[in-house]
């Protein structure tokens, strides 16, 4: 149809520009200037802090439930591996290459498309797009910034590559920072403790530990130890040795939770760097579940972070693109798959309104 065509254009000459600027996390003056701009000449009222946009899709009603839509337009630095230039939006063979393609420009434009496809329609639920900054830093200044200016949602619809599969969970993400204490004292001689070997019997915990409770959709929460710090002589018994944890805790877990089963077994004091970084999942009989089902979406949960670890509602993860292009050199979206995630998230927010209406 017509409409979808030029949502499907739109979608693309807004990649693009948003390909053709740099805006590496924390500095995304630049795209939160375009997105304002494709806003604008729409005649769609949009608010901005720092960064961060959004805009509502019809007038705040709130007594209605509320969909959240987001998506990030932050990128990491591109590798040294690039042929081509990160920044030149090209179009081969059906793909569009360029930084910030796939991750996550391509679900990005799409959730926008799909506002502009609901925009000013008489809507069931309050329905507000968000633009967040940086996401891929899981900055102070994204879209956590933002939560207490945004009314509380019943759903948010993260935008990430996902192949079109729907993340329900999601692991959260906790850095710990371990040290165990001994005593210093000359090698030569039998004197001291050396931090090195009480380290050295938690990490041996660690290799082998086994978290309690294990997640339908996640599975496994894993600890590794990544980093590890002691000693500046080597005459000297090392009276500390600092390490680091990195712990992929589930829904199953809050993080609070997993860093007390982990404290209870080991020797060493341990200090998360933050407890934000929170696990998610959609409740049980949530409405989204039905409607992936009904609408043969493969559900799954993620292993990768997004901006679901912020978000304090329900939410689920699904985009067009590939999660394994994120980060890789030349990364590049297919067209197509900007045109079936435009598609599906109409799909689903169409289903969702007429589910909503029928309760009503």
Same mark, same amino acid.
């Given at each position: 149809? %017509?409409? !979808?065509? +030029?949502?499907?254009? #739109? $979608?693309?000459?807004? *990649?693009?520009? /948003? @390909?053709?600027?740099?805006? =590496?996390?924390?500095?995304?003056?630049?795209?939160?200037?375009?997105?304002?701009?494709?806003?604008?000449?729409?005649?769609?009222?949009?608010?901005?802090?720092?960064?961060?946009?959004?805009?509502?899709?019809?007038?705040?009603?709130?007594?209605?439930?509320?969909?959240?839509?987001?998506?990030?337009?932050?990128?990491?630095?591109?590798?040294?591996?690039?042929?081509?230039?990160?920044?030149?939006?090209?179009?081969?063979?059906? %793909?569009? !290459?360029? +930084?910030?393609?796939? #991750? $996550?420009?391509?679900? *990005?434009?799409? /959730? @926008?498309?799909?506002?502009? =496809?609901?925009?000013?329609?008489?809507?069931?639920?309050?329905?507000?797009?968000?633009?967040?900054?940086?996401?891929?830093?899981?900055?102070?200044?994204?879209?956590?910034?933002?939560?207490?200016?945004?009314?509380?949602?019943?759903?948010?619809?993260?935008?990430?590559?996902?192949?079109?599969?729907?993340?329900?969970?999601?692991?959260?993400?906790?850095?710990?920072?371990?040290?165990?204490?001994?005593?210093?004292?000359?090698?030569?001689?039998?004197?001291?403790?050396?931090?090195?070997?009480?380290?050295?019997?938690?990490?041996?915990?660690?290799?082998?530990?086994?978290?309690?409770?294990?997640?339908?959709?996640?599975?496994?929460?894993?600890?590794?130890?990544?980093?590890?710090?002691?000693?500046?002589?080597?005459?000297?018994?090392?009276?500390?040795?600092?390490?680091?944890?990195?712990?992929?805790?589930?829904?199953?877990?809050?993080?609070?939770?997993?860093?007390?089963?982990?404290?209870?077994?080991?020797?060493?004091?341990?200090?998360?760097?933050?407890?934000?970084?929170?696990?998610?999942?959609?409740?049980?009989?949530?409405?989204?579940?039905?409607?992936?089902?009904?609408?043969?979406?493969?559900?799954?949960?993620?292993?990768?972070?997004?901006?679901?670890?912020?978000?304090?509602?329900?939410?689920?993860?699904?985009?067009?693109?590939?999660?394994?292009?994120?980060?890789?050199?030349?990364?590049?979206?297919?067209?197509?798959?900007?045109?079936?995630?435009?598609?599906?998230?109409?799909?689903?927010?169409?289903?969702?309104?007429?589910?909503?209406?029928?309760?009503?």
């Amino acid at each position: 149809m %017509k409409e !979808f065509k +030029l949502l499907f254009e #739109d $979608a693309v000459q807004l *990649l693009k520009e /948003l @390909i053709s600027t740099p805006s =590496y996390s924390k500095e995304e003056n630049d795209t939160a200037a375009i997105l304002g701009r494709f806003f604008s000449n729409r005649s769609i009222p949009f608010e901005r802090s720092g960064n961060n946009l959004w805009a509502f899709a019809n007038a705040f009603h709130p007594e209605l439930p509320t969909i959240w839509l987001n998506s990030h337009h932050d990128t990491v630095k591109p590798n040294a591996g690039y042929t081509l230039d990160p920044f030149a939006p090209v179009e081969k063979d059906g %793909k569009l !290459f360029g +930084l910030g393609s796939n #991750d $996550a420009g391509g679900p *990005l434009v799409s /959730l @926008i498309a799909a506002f502009c =496809y609901f925009y000013g329609k008489d809507l069931p639920f309050n329905l507000i797009i968000i633009a967040s900054a940086e996401e891929e830093i899981s900055g102070p200044n994204g879209i956590a910034s933002i939560i207490n200016q945004l009314p509380a949602c019943e759903l948010a619809i993260v935008g990430e590559p996902t192949l079109l599969d729907m993340a329900v969970a999601e692991k959260g993400l906790m850095v710990i920072d371990a040290r165990s204490h001994g005593k210093a004292g000359h090698a030569a001689r039998e004197e001291g403790e050396n931090a090195l070997y009480l380290a050295l019997d938690d990490l041996i915990k660690i290799r082998d530990f086994q978290f309690k409770k294990v997640s339908p959709f996640l599975g496994k929460t894993k600890v590794s130890a990544t980093v590890i710090q002691a000693g500046k002589q080597h005459n000297v018994v090392p009276d500390l040795c600092e390490f680091t944890l990195d712990v992929r805790v589930t829904d199953a877990y809050t993080l609070e939770e997993a860093l007390d089963e982990l404290a209870s077994n080991l020797n060493c004091d341990l200090k998360p760097r933050s407890l934000r970084l929170q696990s998610s999942h959609v409740p049980e009989g949530h409405l989204i579940l039905d409607i992936a089902k009904d609408m043969g979406i493969k559900t799954y949960g993620s292993p990768t972070l997004s901006d679901q670890a912020l978000i304090p509602y329900p939410s689920v993860k699904i985009g067009p693109g590939d999660s394994a292009r994120s980060h890789t050199a030349d990364e590049f979206i297919y067209l197509n798959e900007i045109q079936n995630g435009i598609s599906k998230y109409i799909a689903i927010l169409e289903s969702y309104s007429k589910s909503v209406k029928s309760a009503l």
